[in-house]
């Protein structure tokens, strides 16, 4: 509940305590879904008030709930439970009311809200009710005497003796309460900043470049349209619009050049020059008064084709320039494949283009030396890379080694074993062919004397790896391979990353498979995985190059 809510609710129901309207207070503080102790504090006033001693007794008790160090609180409960003829909770909440005083002579609960003081010999005075009522005469008496001993007096004046005759009298003692209507009350600053101002204000204009500017708030951008603003013009200042009877050129500082026969619009008064302030072609300057003549304003009224332009000049509605269209590669007509099976041009090719051979380079000194320099370095890198391949792993991190150019497969796979820490019989390796994006295996695992060079482009080469832990019990249908990663949904599902080997189990239905990978068995999604044929790589190059079918 927001503190304002609260506030407000509080608020009202102490205006109604202070109306005694006991129950419209506790009409306003039902609405507060989160009590605290001291809106508890005023229901409970609320109830004893009329006199619903039960209700008071609950209210109290999720006060001291609230605040279990209210010592006003107990004191309050020990008075309603002495009424109750609760006499022994009585007496024990006059006890915790004493201690939750900490020693002091009296505490003063204004600062907090309430108007009322609590003496310690208060206390005492109803634990004597108490015993008074409890037919323990001597109890009280002592009780009392020793109240009559406390400091301060805080109205004690002659409420001890006569308590002392009454219990003289062996007469039960009425026990003494927070006076009637006495509650708890909001902070006045806080109730006053209740109220919403407007800290702002409503703007003025004060002076404005702009004649007859009666603007006088904040309202939405206006759709503006190329030309000049022209301000309002009444009836009186029609003769603002001059005519110049004959070509001004500027002749000083702030002064117009201006033809003859152009519109002004006034903009000043006349100074001891003869000269006035004018706005011309959205721009402001002195002219000769002598020069100007008034001129008829209704006679352009429904003419807005002849308007003369003056005054401030709006910003043009300039569209931004297209975008040149490159024709150097046009798309394909529709319809149109390409059956031929040469694969796209390599990044070696495409970035590094011969240049046309009617610009024969240009030497110079530093060029034919730098030309040598790079010379030796190149053919030094091609020797280096000539004789090995670099070779990237993708497991669960990703690794690089560089290994000779006729390295066989099964020599490849104890390398890249001994590189991530697994034996090689668990391991099975992968690569994806120039121009597809399928995953297939690597060929010499199962037909020794294929070497890497098989598979290396441009010096380079990626593998995916993949461990595998035999499946026992279950027969295996066939295997598949990831397209995709598939995060399991469920606990009955199958994770797998792209380019993992599933050994299909059993096919669950049409969409649905069931497979083991990485020691998991589960069911996933068909179509997040495929047969290795050469019929689906196929499939699998037209989707990764649509432009080709377009």
């Given at each position: 509940m927001l503190y304002t809510?609260?506030?407000?609710?509080?608020?009202?129901?102490?205006?109604?305590?202070?109306?005694?309207?006991?129950n419209g207070a506790l009409a306003e503080l039902e609405q507060i879904s989160e009590p605290t102790s001291r809106t508890l504090f005023i229901a409970a006033a609320a109830h004893l008030a009329l006199g619903q001693l039960d209700r008071a007794m609950q209210a109290l008790d999720l006060t001291i709930a609230k605040d279990a160090r209210l010592a006003v609180g107990f004191f309050q409960r020990a008075a309603v439970m002495i009424q109750m003829d609760r006499l022994e909770e009585a007496l024990s909440d006059c006890i915790w009311a004493q201690k939750h005083m900490r020693g002091n002579v009296v505490i003063d609960y204004r600062q907090l809200g309430l108007r009322f003081k609590l003496y310690s010999w208060q206390v005492l005075y109803n634990a004597a009710a108490v015993y008074s009522r409890m037919g323990q005469w001597e109890q009280a008496g002592e009780v009392l005497q020793?109240?009559?001993?406390?400091?301060?007096?805080?109205?004690?004046?002659?409420?001890?003796?006569?308590?002392?005759?009454?219990?003289?009298?062996?007469?039960?003692?009425?026990?003494?309460?927070?006076?009637?209507?006495?509650?708890?009350?909001?902070?006045?600053?806080?109730?006053?900043?209740?109220?919403?101002?407007?800290?702002?204000?409503?703007?003025?204009?004060?002076?404005?470049?702009?004649?007859?500017?009666?603007?006088?708030?904040?309202?939405?951008?206006?759709?503006?349209?190329?030309?000049f603003y022209e301000p309002k013009v009444e009836g009186a200042q029609e003769s603002l619009y001059m005519r110049v009877r004959f070509p001004y050129m500027s002749r000083g500082p702030g002064q117009l050049t201006v033809p003859g026969g152009a519109m002004v619009?006034?903009?000043?008064?006349?100074?001891?020059?003869?000269?006035?302030?004018?706005?011309?072609?959205?721009?402001?300057?002195?002219?000769?008064?002598?020069?100007?003549?008034?001129?008829d304003v209704k006679a352009f009224k429904g003419k807005k084709e002849n308007r003369f332009p003056s005054g401030i000049p709006l910003p043009p509605s300039m569209k931004p320039p297209t975008r040149r269209q490159d024709r150097r590669n046009p798309p394909a007509p529709p319809g149109a494949s390409f059956t031929s099976d040469i694969p796209p041009p390599s990044y070696t090719t495409a970035t590094h283009a011969p240049p046309p051979a009617s610009q024969p380079p240009k030497y110079t000194a530093n060029a034919a030396a730098n030309q040598h320099l790079w010379s030796q370095q190149a053919g030094s890198a091609h020797g280096a890379a000539a004789g090995s391949v670099e070779v990237k792993v993708h497991f669960t991190s990703t690794v690089e080694l560089s290994v000779p150019l006729d390295m066989p497969y099964s020599e490849l796979k104890e390398q890249i074993a001994q590189k991530?820490?697994?034996?090689?019989?668990?391991?099975?390796?992968?690569?994806?062919?120039?121009?597809?994006?399928?995953?297939?295996?690597?060929?010499?695992?199962?037909?020794p004397g294929r070497t890497i060079q098989e598979v290396a482009e441009a010096g380079r080469v990626t593998l995916w790896c993949q461990t595998e832990d035999p499946l026992a019990n279950r027969t295996i249908i066939y295997q598949m391979v990831a397209l995709y990663d598939y995060a399991a949904e469920g606990a009955e599902d199958l994770e797998f990353?792209?380019?993992?080997?599933?050994?299909?189990?059993?096919?669950?239905?049409?969409?649905?498979?069931?497979?083991?990978?990485?020691?998991?068995?589960?069911?996933?999604?068909?179509?997040?995985?495929?047969?290795?044929?050469?019929?689906?790589?196929?499939?699998?190059?037209?989707?990764?190059?649509?432009?080709?079918?377009?």
């Amino acid at each position: 509940m927001l503190y304002t809510d609260l506030l407000r609710l509080w608020d009202a129901s102490v205006k109604a305590v202070d109306a005694k309207d006991w129950n419209g207070a506790l009409a306003e503080l039902e609405q507060i879904s989160e009590p605290t102790s001291r809106t508890l504090f005023i229901a409970a006033a609320a109830h004893l008030a009329l006199g619903q001693l039960d209700r008071a007794m609950q209210a109290l008790d999720l006060t001291i709930a609230k605040d279990a160090r209210l010592a006003v609180g107990f004191f309050q409960r020990a008075a309603v439970m002495i009424q109750m003829d609760r006499l022994e909770e009585a007496l024990s909440d006059c006890i915790w009311a004493q201690k939750h005083m900490r020693g002091n002579v009296v505490i003063d609960y204004r600062q907090l809200g309430l108007r009322f003081k609590l003496y310690s010999w208060q206390v005492l005075y109803n634990a004597a009710a108490v015993y008074s009522r409890m037919g323990q005469w001597e109890q009280a008496g002592e009780v009392l005497q020793s109240a009559a001993q406390e400091k301060g007096g805080g109205g004690r004046g002659g409420t001890i003796e006569a308590a002392l005759d009454i219990i003289a009298n062996k007469e039960v003692l009425t026990p003494l309460l927070v006076p009637e209507g006495e509650v708890f009350r909001p902070k006045r600053q806080d109730v006053e900043q209740l109220q919403q101002r407007d800290f702002l204000g409503k703007p003025k204009v004060i002076s404005s470049m702009i004649p007859n500017d009666d603007f006088g708030g904040f309202e939405p951008l206006r759709l503006q349209k190329p030309g000049f603003y022209e301000p309002k013009v009444e009836g009186a200042q029609e003769s603002l619009y001059m005519r110049v009877r004959f070509p001004y050129m500027s002749r000083g500082p702030g002064q117009l050049t201006v033809p003859g026969g152009a519109m002004v619009f006034l903009f000043g008064e006349e100074n001891r020059d003869g000269m006035i302030t004018v706005i011309h072609d959205g721009q402001r300057g002195l002219l000769p008064i002598s020069l100007l003549d008034p001129v008829d304003v209704k006679a352009f009224k429904g003419k807005k084709e002849n308007r003369f332009p003056s005054g401030i000049p709006l910003p043009p509605s300039m569209k931004p320039p297209t975008r040149r269209q490159d024709r150097r590669n046009p798309p394909a007509p529709p319809g149109a494949s390409f059956t031929s099976d040469i694969p796209p041009p390599s990044y070696t090719t495409a970035t590094h283009a011969p240049p046309p051979a009617s610009q024969p380079p240009k030497y110079t000194a530093n060029a034919a030396a730098n030309q040598h320099l790079w010379s030796q370095q190149a053919g030094s890198a091609h020797g280096a890379a000539a004789g090995s391949v670099e070779v990237k792993v993708h497991f669960t991190s990703t690794v690089e080694l560089s290994v000779p150019l006729d390295m066989p497969y099964s020599e490849l796979k104890e390398q890249i074993a001994q590189k991530l820490g697994q034996p090689p019989s668990q391991l099975r390796l992968r690569h994806k062919q120039h121009g597809y994006r399928v995953l297939t295996p690597l060929g010499g695992e199962v037909e020794p004397g294929r070497t890497i060079q098989e598979v290396a482009e441009a010096g380079r080469v990626t593998l995916w790896c993949q461990t595998e832990d035999p499946l026992a019990n279950r027969t295996i249908i066939y295997q598949m391979v990831a397209l995709y990663d598939y995060a399991a949904e469920g606990a009955e599902d199958l994770e797998f990353s792209e380019g993992d080997t599933i050994d299909i189990l059993s096919e669950v239905n049409e969409e649905w498979l069931e497979g083991h990978c990485a020691g998991n068995i589960g069911i996933f999604p068909s179509c997040f995985a495929y047969q290795e044929s050469d019929d689906v790589s196929q499939n699998s190059k037209l989707k990764e190059e649509p432009s080709l079918i377009k």
